[in-house]
């Protein structure tokens, strides 16, 4: 299922709570350019090819990362992306992302990308998985 722009950021803005559109584009840019550089080959172009196509564009080329970031560093690079922000609305900023990743590219899917990313980002997505 592809998610339309308007779609996408309306679940983001709904799920963050933002007073405006251009917030939840700008906190969805943020961490879609973050995830990105986790993320690899085919997982990568599955996840792109069910986003807005903006939005694709910016998880295909992301930021650098050295080394793959523990979901609580994850979180500190997002409030280190978003002016004025803090490590708790950080927090709230990438759940409201993730979570509408999530329901974009299924169960299926979101299984592959959690295989690429270090243990704890299911919680960053909203889905925890049973132990």
């Not at 950021?9 to 917030?23: F, I, M």
Request: aromatic share 6%; proline share 5%; glycine share 6%.
């Amino acid at each position: 299922m592809v998610l339309r722009w308007e779609a996408f950021l309306g679940h983001v803005q709904e799920r963050g709570e933002y007073e405006s559109r251009q917030e939840a584009e700008r906190v969805a840019r943020v961490v879609l350019a973050l995830l990105g550089a986790h993320l690899v080959g085919e997982v990568r172009a599955q996840l792109a090819a069910r986003l807005p196509e903006s939005l694709a564009l910016i998880l295909l080329n992301p930021l650098q990362s050295a080394e793959p970031l523990s979901p609580e560093r994850f979180v500190r690079a997002t409030a280190a992306w978003i002016e004025g922000a803090t490590e708790a609305t950080a927090a709230w900023d990438v759940s409201a992302v993730l979570s509408t990743v999530a329901d974009a590219a299924g169960d299926d899917l979101l299984q592959q990308i959690l295989l690429q990313l270090p243990a704890g980002y299911d919680l960053l997505f909203g889905r925890p998985r049973s132990t």
